[in-house]
Protein backbone atom coordinates (compact mmCIF):
# COMPACT_ATOMS: atom_id res chain seq x y z
CA UNK A 1 0.00 0.00 0.00
CA UNK A 2 2.81 2.52 0.70
CA UNK A 3 4.22 2.34 -2.84
CA UNK A 4 0.78 2.53 -4.11
CA UNK A 5 0.09 5.92 -2.23
CA UNK A 6 3.47 7.44 -2.41
CA UNK A 7 3.47 7.01 -6.13
CA UNK A 8 -0.08 8.84 -6.46
CA UNK A 9 0.72 12.46 -6.69
CA UNK A 10 -2.88 13.65 -7.11
CA UNK A 11 -3.30 12.05 -3.40
CA UNK A 12 -0.29 13.56 -2.14
CA UNK A 13 -1.47 16.33 -3.76
CA UNK A 14 -4.49 16.51 -1.87
CA UNK A 15 -6.65 16.56 -4.69
CA UNK A 16 -7.18 13.03 -5.44
CA UNK A 17 -9.20 10.62 -3.60
CA UNK A 18 -7.05 8.03 -1.26
CA UNK A 19 -10.00 5.89 -1.21
CA UNK A 20 -10.06 5.61 -4.82
CA UNK A 21 -6.16 4.78 -5.60
CA UNK A 22 -6.58 2.26 -2.69
CA UNK A 23 -9.55 0.60 -4.16
CA UNK A 24 -8.15 0.40 -8.10
CA UNK A 25 -4.81 -1.25 -6.10
CA UNK A 26 -6.54 -4.20 -4.88
CA UNK A 27 -6.96 -2.24 -1.36
CA UNK A 28 -11.12 -3.08 -1.08
CA UNK A 29 -12.58 -1.89 2.65
CA UNK A 30 -14.40 -4.54 3.89
CA UNK A 31 -15.49 -2.87 7.24
CA UNK A 32 -14.46 0.02 8.87
CA UNK A 33 -14.65 1.97 12.50
CA UNK A 34 -14.67 5.66 12.99
CA UNK A 35 -14.81 6.97 16.50
CA UNK A 36 -16.26 10.45 16.49
CA UNK A 37 -15.73 12.84 19.47
CA UNK A 38 -16.50 16.77 20.09
CA UNK A 39 -13.55 18.21 21.81
CA UNK A 40 -11.98 21.66 22.76
CA UNK A 41 -9.14 22.44 20.07
CA UNK A 42 -6.15 21.34 21.97
CA UNK A 43 -3.25 23.97 21.75
CA UNK A 44 -1.19 22.11 18.98
CA UNK A 45 -4.58 21.45 17.25
CA UNK A 46 -6.09 25.16 17.72
CA UNK A 47 -2.70 26.47 15.66
CA UNK A 48 -2.65 24.57 13.10
CA UNK A 49 -6.77 25.36 12.68
CA UNK A 50 -5.96 29.15 13.03
CA UNK A 51 -8.47 28.58 15.74
CA UNK A 52 -8.60 29.54 19.78
CA UNK A 53 -7.39 27.26 22.06
CA UNK A 54 -10.83 25.55 23.42
CA UNK A 55 -12.48 25.94 20.08
CA UNK A 56 -15.00 23.39 19.99
CA UNK A 57 -14.03 20.92 17.23
CA UNK A 58 -15.00 16.78 16.41
CA UNK A 59 -12.03 14.59 16.36
CA UNK A 60 -12.51 11.45 14.29
CA UNK A 61 -10.34 8.20 14.48
CA UNK A 62 -10.44 5.69 11.17
CA UNK A 63 -9.52 2.20 10.94
CA UNK A 64 -10.46 0.35 8.09
CA UNK A 65 -9.59 -3.50 7.51
CA UNK A 66 -9.81 -5.30 3.73
CA UNK A 67 -11.53 -8.51 3.04
CA UNK A 68 -8.74 -10.69 4.47
CA UNK A 69 -9.58 -8.93 8.06
CA UNK A 70 -6.31 -7.21 7.42
CA UNK A 71 -6.45 -3.19 8.93
CA UNK A 72 -4.61 -1.31 6.13
CA UNK A 73 -5.99 2.38 6.89
CA UNK A 74 -5.55 4.37 10.17
CA UNK A 75 -5.91 7.93 10.49
CA UNK A 76 -7.38 10.64 13.11
CA UNK A 77 -8.41 14.11 11.77
CA UNK A 78 -9.68 17.37 13.68
CA UNK A 79 -12.63 18.74 11.38
CA UNK A 80 -13.90 22.13 12.07
CA UNK A 81 -17.68 21.51 11.76
CA UNK A 82 -18.35 24.80 10.07
CA UNK A 83 -15.88 24.24 7.58
CA UNK A 84 -16.52 20.34 6.80
CA UNK A 85 -20.07 18.87 7.21
CA UNK A 86 -19.76 15.46 8.61
CA UNK A 87 -22.18 12.88 6.95
CA UNK A 88 -22.68 9.22 8.12
CA UNK A 89 -24.50 6.37 6.30
CA UNK A 90 -25.19 2.97 7.95
CA UNK A 91 -26.68 0.04 6.10
CA UNK A 92 -27.63 -3.55 7.48
CA UNK A 93 -25.96 -6.48 5.57
Known amino acids: ?15 GSLNNTLRLAGFVTRSAHRMIHALPAPKEIAGHL ?27 TWVL ?9 VAAS
Open 1 to 15: MGRTVSAAQDVLNGV
Open 81 to 89: TDVVSLEVD
Open 50 to 76: HVKVSHPLLRIRSRSWDQNDTLFDYYE
